[in-house]
């Protein structure tokens, strides 16, 4: 069964996700705990979580995931910044133990002018300090577009990534980051070569989430520009690929994709499901 779905918000309660989901006519979905553009928050409390878990085992709407805010930078050189770093992640950790949500989404970070692999050590170091806090939470590390410092746009990154933190990780790949940093996936054949790569660098089995955006920018152009599906230049030809691959179809793919006055999210699902090779 096919499991599509957006970032909805949080903005009238936790509880209202799952109206939230279903108004988009999504079987799954993506939110923040808190505002992710603030460190100060507190996580759910304990009622409020048992509250959501007993909800969330009586709605068909899964994956739920959470993604961290745009603030933590595990990787950076300043004691500062890495706790406060740190700490936003323990509590996100306890906010999805709380409520019975799987996986837990982060951007890896930026070096920020140390070599790649200091900055990759400092995450994986950052994250194995909150190995008590993980439970049953599976970390998934995004890739990314590869722009200035940023760790993650290549598949030996996550690898290393994956490698080097001691609990259970796997990886989002986020089709527009994939696109711009340079692995086309615009046509079947592009596609299968990524994939082939992918999987000889990081292993198709730690594939867990698909973020599913078409890119205003081109091929390797290290741009993060969001497109809606198909207007990009990843391109229909590019989804109708991803969305009936054998292996891909059956991992869930969330949309971060924009709403203006091109098209709204229901148009964007809409056309997914009708790009469905039965």
Known sequence: MYRF???VSIAKGFLEVFDNARALDSNCCQIFTHSPRSWTFNPISEDAGKLFKDKYQKNDIRPIVVHDSYLPNLASEDLVMRTKSIDSIQKEFICCNRMGIQ???IHPGSHKGQSKKDGLMRV???LNSLKDYV???????ENTSGSGSVLGSTFEELKFLLDKTDFKCGVTLDTCHLFTSGYDISSQESLENTLSNFDKVVGLENLKLIHLNDSIGEL???MDRHEHIGLGN???TGFKAIINHEYLKNIPMIMETPVNEKRGDKENITLLREMIEI
């Open 5 to 7: 779905g957006f970032h």
């Open 103 to 105: 996986f837990l989404n």
């Open 124 to 126: 994986c170091e950052s």
């Open 135 to 141: 439970g049953n939470v599976t970390l998934l590390f």
């Open 220 to 222: 390797n152009s290290k």
């Open 234 to 236: 990843i391109g229909i």
